[in-house]
């Protein structure tokens, strides 16, 4: 039985994996810099500092990781202070869960700044004990350390925690870490759907599946 969940938030609790499809992408264009063909798969596992830096030490970037990150994210501020979405009936199962006593908190490799805007106008904050960011951890999901310091955090323990995420290496770095995974389907990794339900305990297409349980 759940009684403490771990939750992703792009991809898994927001609908905004469309949003980066093509961020980095457009970066690089408007600065005249090469794309990589397998640009998505490199910036999928790295926080936006990460990404930046690596535009400059291996594409030519010249601008200072700061000034990337700040022309990012004031496009993705405005997506998420105004437009990305929860993705169907996750309102619902947070609020479910939320009855039932269940402790849950959020640890995304986003950034501070700009996931409160959604989290905010989505009212959904009040569900969570806490909200984590890899950034201010100072580690990724692929170390399965991140996972344990959530669920100590949330008085967890292996048994009870579950961890809720959508892209292949944070599954397999939760499960590393011992933790039940839920993985939740999200278009941008439909590629590794048969990696992703390989690797964790459970994968669902909507929230909607859970609710039918109660």
């Not at 991809?11 to 810099?33: A, F, I």
Request: hydrophobic share 40%.
């Amino acid at each position: 039985m759940m009684k403490h969940i771990i939750f992703d938030l792009d991809g898994t609790l927001l609908d905004s994996m469309p949003v980066w499809k093509n961020t980095g992408q457009t970066y690089l264009e408007r600065h005249h810099l090469p794309v990589p063909s397998n640009l998505r798969s490199i910036l999928k596992t790295q926080t936006l500092p990460e990404s930046a830096a690596y535009f400059r030490e291996k594409l030519g970037a010249t601008q200072s990781v700061e000034e990337i990150c700040d022309e990012v994210i004031s496009y993705v501020s405005d997506q998420y202070a105004h437009h990305i979405p929860l993705k169907p009936f996750a309102r619902e199962f947070l609020e479910q869960e939320k009855k039932k006593g269940t402790k849950m908190c959020i640890l995304t490799a986003s950034e501070a700044s700009y996931i409160h805007l959604a989290l905010d106008r989505l009212k959904i904050t009040p569900y969570f004990d806490f909200i984590a960011t890899c950034t201010e951890i100072g580690a990724n999901k692929d170390d399965p350390k991140v996972f344990h310091k959530m669920m100590e955090q949330l008085g967890g323990t292996k048994e009870n925690t579950a961890v809720f995420e959508d892209a292949c290496y944070a599954v397999k770095g939760a499960k590393a870490a011992g933790l039940k995974v839920v993985a939740v389907y999200d278009a941008m990794t439909e590629k590794d759907i048969p990696e992703i339900q390989a690797a964790a305990d459970r994968y669902i297409h909507s929230y909607a599946e859970l609710l039918e349980e109660k």
